[in-house]
């Protein structure tokens, strides 16, 4: 697999905040704990594409909003934010030399945080980033792929994949109070601890998912159903109301 990451924003303190209160972000401390999630990721058999810091653009180490990247081509989004629009430009760049691209166009917006793929279903959260027209619009570009693009309802947080993802073959780790489990037929689900409603994002890659140390109450509940964890120190990036699938674009090589 391969796995494009950027360096954190020296201006990560602009960041946009939707359901989070500002709070002083350590600088030092969150190069260090990206640092730390590359090299997680180095471990699971990635080989890790390190794009270099946008200082203008202070959610820039979000990389995952800004495209779908699929086996047989990509989709550059077209974020929701209109302070992280510019973003896509150096993302198109690095990825056109590995896929086909097609994008996501005005006036509809759409961030890649919204977007679960399981093999061929794609669920998109309809969100405050990502609306109606956009979701058509994806439809149209992977439908002759065989995906389907199935549309959900988010409620109370920024994105259909800080309410869910995914731990396993036939498994996801949810907060019902964000979404409904209904959308997901078929799925066995885990819940998020009570105390810990912003734990539903895990990053699975291979058999293992990258998780986050801050959410204890939650990974004890994924590691009791046997699934394997490698986890991160994610404290800084969480306050900007990032997560570990925010960090990486996926892709097979
Ligand atoms: C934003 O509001 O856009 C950033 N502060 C956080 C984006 C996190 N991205 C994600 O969960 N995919």
Redesign the pocket.
């Known amino acids: 697999m391969r796995a494009i990451t950027r360096e954190i924003s020296p201006n990560i303190k602009d960041?946009?905040?939707?359901h989070f209160r500002r709070e002083a972000i350590d600088l030092p401390l969150a190069y260090k704990q990206h640092r730390q999630y590359e090299d997680a990721l180095r471990e699971l058999g990635c080989e890790v594409m390190a794009l270099a810091a946008e200082p203008d653009f202070?959610?820039s180490v979000?990389v995952?909003?800004t495209a779908l990247v699929f086996d047989e081509l990509a989709i550059i989004t077209r974020?929701g934010?209109k302070s992280?629009r510019p973003e896509t430009q150096s993302i198109a760049k690095a990825i056109e030399p590995f896929r086909k691209l097609q994008f996501i166009k005005s006036p509809a917006t759409l961030?890649?945080?919204d977007v679960l793929t399981i093999d061929k279903q794609i669920f998109i959260g309809r969100s405050s980033?990502t609306d109606t027209l956009a979701i058509e619009q994806a439809r149209t570009i992977l439908a002759p792929f065989g995906y389907d693009v199935r549309s959900v309802e988010v409620k109370h947080c920024?994105?259909l994949?800080?309410a869910v993802s995914r731990l396993a073959k036939n498994t996801l780790l949810i907060n019902a109070s964000f979404v409904d489990r209904a959308a997901f037929a078929g799925f066995d689900f885990i819940e998020v601890d009570e105390r810990e409603p912003f734990a539903a994002?895990a990053l699975l890659i291979q058999d293992t998912v990258i998780y986050p140390a801050d959410f204890p109450k939650t990974r004890m509940k994924i590691e009791a159903a046997g699934v394997q964890v490698e986890v991160v120190e994610m404290s800084e990036l969480i306050k900007?109301?990032?997560?570990v699938?925010?960090c990486s674009l996926i892709f097979r090589r």
Do not use: M, V, W
């Open positions: 960041c946009e905040l939707t202070p959610d979000f995952e909003d974020p934010a992280r961030d890649g945080g980033r920024l994105h994949k800080s994002n900007a109301e990032g997560a699938t925010c």
